[in-house]
Every structure is written in structure tokens, then in C-alpha cells.
């Protein structure tokens, strides 16, 4: 276990493109997972480093991803494509670089989740997390913002460590709905069924050795990444960090009940648990509710009022 902790870290460290940092973050997945108690002992030293480099990872990942669609819904527009405007982003859904940015984006939350329970990596792991935040996230976050980091390990009044962090989780979150929208229907997000249980999102026409990256994604390891997302959100504001959202007051609750993806939603709503806010409502004026029914998400619908 120690040669295998020691290899993450080494990888981790030199890890400087997109499939590397996903091979990386999906290894450090399943060793968390399965070896959590052992994996935090060999990687005591290097907690920080490697929460520090999830967050950056997936950071990197979730500014290309909005990126490309920024890109994508200005071409869009300026085209005029009427109902072949999604036409774009069902062809980026089996691009190569897709599917390492959404890897990228769903175990870096994983990871970053993984690295802050305090069950396992003691009861520092708040400060820690906030740490790495304005030591990763927030000088880009400034910096796309047009304004100055804070010159005492923090950021500005209205730049502070919480709402970066939580418009870094909801960016990313945002990502990999969008992603997983795209591979259509019949995933199946059953933890008991096993194997079978499997998301396939792109294609691999790589060399044989990155197979192990582009396997298929488990349905599980996708609802791992939605209560990683409520527990990040938490630790970083406390018990309404779930309810969190971004400038049009969309926040995950919103954003998986309008997407009608019922199990996702169902996942997060237990994550969350009682602080959970269902009446909350975007600027549009429209709560979790209405949006999912206004879609006609009768599944998602059913999952909001249970």
C-alpha cells in the first residue's frame, strides 16, 4: 500500500495534461474507496498536496468545459440553427478530450470529497480544504473576476474560500450533467448490480495502454461525485452550503431535477439531507419542482415529493 500511495503522489506530481490527471484521479478513487483507512495512513504527508491537485485538476477541466460551450452556444446563435442548435454538443459527447474532461471533473470531486472526510483524515480537514482553495482556486477565480487575491492567504470580501469553492463543485457538477445528458438513456445506476452497471460515454481509439481510462464509467462511481458534491458544499458552508447557487440562483438541486435525472437527484437529496431547501427558486422564479415538471421529468418529479 505505501509503493502504491508513493506511486500516486509521483504521478500526481507530474501529471500535465488531461488523460494523465484522469488515470491519477480515477487510481486515487478506488484506493480511497476501497483502502480508505489504510490509503489515509500513507498519505497523511501528502493530504494537502493531493487535495491541492484534485481541486486544480479539476478546475482546469471545468474552465475548458465552459469554455467549449461558451463557444458552442455563441456559434449556435450565431447560426441560427433552430432545433439542430444541440447539434455541437452531441458531437462533443464522443470526442476524445470530452471524455477526459468529464473523468477529470467527476473524480475530482470524488477525490477532493474523498480527502476531506474527517472520518478518516481527522477533523482538520475544513482548514485544510479552505487552505487549498485560496492556495489553488481562488487566484484564477480573481483573476477571471478582475480583482485581487487578499494578501493574508485569502481573497477579498467578496471573493472569499467558500464561494469559490462553491462555484468551482457547482461548475463542475454543471459539467458533468451536461456530459451525462448526452449519453442518452439506459445507464443504469444500480450499486448492487456489479460489473453490468456501466456508463459509456465516448470511444477509445487509443493505445492499448490507456485502456484502463477509457473503460466504461460505473453508474456508481457518478452518484460517489453527487454526495461528494453535497459534503464539499457543506464543509465549506456549513449546513445551507447545499443549497448553494450560481448567479442565475440555480443551484444542484435545481440543476439535476431539470436534467430529469432521478437517481442523481435522489442521491443528492439524502446526501443533503434536513438543510436542504426545495422552495428555493432560481431568478427565474422557478423551484426544483416546477423546473423538473415543467420538462416533464415525471421521475425526477416523483423523487422531489418523497
Known amino acids: ?70 463557444q458552442q452556444h455563441g456559434h449556435g446563435h450565431g447560426a441560427g440553427q433552430g432545433t439542430h442548435g444541440s447539434a455541437p454538443q452531441a458531437h462533443g459527447s464522443v470526442s476524445h478530450g470530452s471524455k477526459d474532461l468529464f473523468l477529470v471533473q467527476l473524480y475530482g470531486l470524488t477525490v477532493a470529497g474523498a480527502l476531506s472526510d474527517a472520518a478518516v483524515f481527522g477533523p482538520d480537514v475544513r482548514t485544510a480544504l479552505h487552505s487549498a482553495v485560496d492556495t489553488v482556486l481562488t487566484p484564477t477565480a480573481a483573476a477571471l473576476a478582475g480583482v485581487s487575491p487578499g494578501v493574508n492567504g485569502g481573497s477579498t470580501p467578496f471573493l472569499n474560500s467558500v464561494s469559490v469553492l462553491h462555484a468551482h463543485v457547482l461548475g463542475c457538477m454543471a459539467g458533468i450533467v451536461r456530459h451525462l445528458a448526452e449519453a442518452g438513456d439506459g445507464v443504469s445506476y444500480d450499486e448492487s448490480a456489479g460489473p453490468g452497471a456501466r456508463l459509456g460515454v465516448g470511444c477509445c481509439r487509443y493505445a492499448c495502454h490507456c485502456c484502463f481510462i477509457h473503460d466504461s464509467v460505473r453508474g456508481a462511481d457518478v452518484l460517489a461525485a453527487v454526495r461528494a458534491v453535497a459534503s464539499l458544499l457543506a464543509l465549506g458552508g456549513g449546513a445551507d452550503g447545499v ?48 423546473m423538473a415538471r415543467s420538462r416533464k421529468h415525471s421521475a425526477a418529479v416523483e423523487v422531489g415529493r418523497a
Open 1 to 70: 500500500m505505501r509503493l502504491a500511495a508513493e506511486a500516486v503522489v509521483a504521478a500526481a506530481r507530474s501529471a500535465s495534461e488531461g488523460r494523465s490527471q484522469a488515470v491519477v484521479l480515477r487510481t486515487l478513487h478506488v484506493l480511497l474507496l476501497r483502502f480508505p483507512g489504510a490509503v489515509a495512513l500513507q498519505l497523511q504527508h501528502y493530504h494537502r498536496e493531493l487535495l491541492e491537485r484534485a481541486l486544480s485538476f479539476g478546475s482546469a477541466a471545468r474552465l475548458q468545459v465552459e469554455q467549449q460551450a461558451s
Open 243 to 290: 443549497n448553494a447557487t450560481d448567479r442565475d440562483g440555480c443551484g444542484v438541486l435545481h440543476l439535476l431535477a431539470v436534467s430529469g435525472m432521478a437517481p442523481l437527484l435522489a442521491a443528492y437529496i439524502t446526501a443533503a439531507g434536513p438543510s436542504l431547501d426545495f422552495l428555493r427558486r432560481t431568478r427565474a422564479g422557478s423551484n426544483a419542482l416546477q
